[in-house]
T-cell receptor, first 113, second 114 residues
Framework: KQEVTQIPAALSVPEGENLVLNCSFTDSAIYNLQWFRQDPGKGLTSLLLIQSSQREQTSGRLNASLDKSSGRSTLYIAASQPGDSATYLC????????????FGKGTTLSVSS | GAVVSQHPSWVICKSGTSVKIECRSLDFQATTMFWYRQFPKQSLMLMATSNEGSKATYEQGVEKDKFLINHASLTLSTLTVTSAHPEDSSFYICSGTGTPKTQYFGPGTRLLVL
C-alpha cells in the first residue's frame, strides 16, 4: 500500500531564505508526482507535476525534483516571500494517471517579513 | 486550466439532518469524479470514486449508506451526507478527471455539524 510522508510538518523561515520541503513515498512505481499548495480553508492549487520519466520541473521560484529509485521528491523554494505561507502537499496517483491521488499530510510553511 | 466548482462553499447544519454538496465541471466533461475528505491538520483522504452513470466505489471505512454519491451526468456529481453528526464535520473536496487524464480540484466545502 502506497504511503506518502512529508517532512517537516511545519517550517518557519524569515523572508528571503531558500528552503526545501521533502516528500517520500513507499512504492517507487509511481506514474507521476504532484505538488500542491493549500491556503487555510481553501482548495488546492497545483504547483508542479513531475512525470515518472522526469527528474525535475521548474516554475518560477519553485523547483521540484524526483528520485523514483529512492522514493523521494523535494520542493525547493527560492527567495521565500510572506505570500508563500501555506501548506504544501505532495501526492502520487493510486494507479495510473487519472486515478485518485494519495496525499501526504503536508508541510505548513510560515514566512515572516 | 479546467474549472471545477463546488456548492455550497460552507454549510452549518443540525445533527441528524442531511446535507447535499454539488461538484460541477464547468468547462470539461468529467468521466470520473473523486470525493476527498480532510480533517483538521490531516491530509486529504479519498472517500469514493464515481464514474458517470455507475455506482460509486467507496474506500474502506467509508459508509456508502451514509455518504450517498450520485454522478448522473458528465458535469455533475453530488455527495449527500445523510443524518449528519458532529464527527462528519470536515472539509470535503471533489475533483474531476476528463481527457487528458488530469485531475482538477474544486475549492472545497466546509461542513460543520452542530
Amino acid at each position: 500500500k502506497q504511503e506518502v510522508t512529508q517532512i517537516p510538518a511545519a517550517l518557519s523561515v524569515p523572508e528571503g531564505e531558500n528552503l526545501v520541503l521533502n516528500c517520500s513515498f513507499t512504492d517507487s512505481a509511481i506514474y507521476n508526482l504532484q505538488w500542491f499548495r493549500q491556503d487555510p480553508g481553501k482548495g488546492l492549487t497545483s504547483l508542479l507535476l513531475i512525470q515518472s520519466s522526469q527528474r525535475e520541473q521548474t516554475s518560477g521560484r519553485l523547483n521540484a525534483s524526483l528520485d523514483k529509485s529512492s522514493g523521494r521528491s523535494t520542493l525547493y523554494i527560492a527567495a521565500s516571500q510572506p505570500g508563500d505561507s501555506a501548506t504544501y502537499l505532495c501526492a502520487v496517483p493510486l494507479n495510473q494517471a487519472g486515478t485518485a491521488l494519495i496525499f501526504g499530510k503536508g508541510t505548513t510553511l510560515s514566512v515572516s517579513s | 486550466g479546467a474549472v471545477v466548482s463546488q456548492h455550497p462553499s460552507w454549510v452549518i447544519c443540525k445533527s441528524g439532518t442531511s446535507v447535499k454538496i454539488e461538484c460541477r465541471s464547468l468547462d470539461f466533461q468529467a468521466t470520473t469524479m473523486f470525493w476527498y475528505r480532510q480533517f483538521p491538520k490531516q491530509s486529504l483522504m479519498l472517500m469514493a470514486t464515481s464514474n458517470e452513470g455507475s455506482k460509486a466505489t467507496y474506500e474502506q471505512g467509508v459508509e456508502k449508506d451514509k455518504f450517498l454519491i450520485n454522478h448522473a451526468s458528465l458535469t455533475l456529481s453530488t455527495l449527500t451526507v445523510t443524518s449528519a453528526h458532529p464527527e462528519d464535520s470536515s472539509f470535503y473536496i471533489c475533483s474531476g478527471t476528463g481527457t487528458p487524464k488530469t485531475q482538477y480540484f474544486g475549492p472545497g466545502t466546509r461542513l460543520l455539524v452542530l
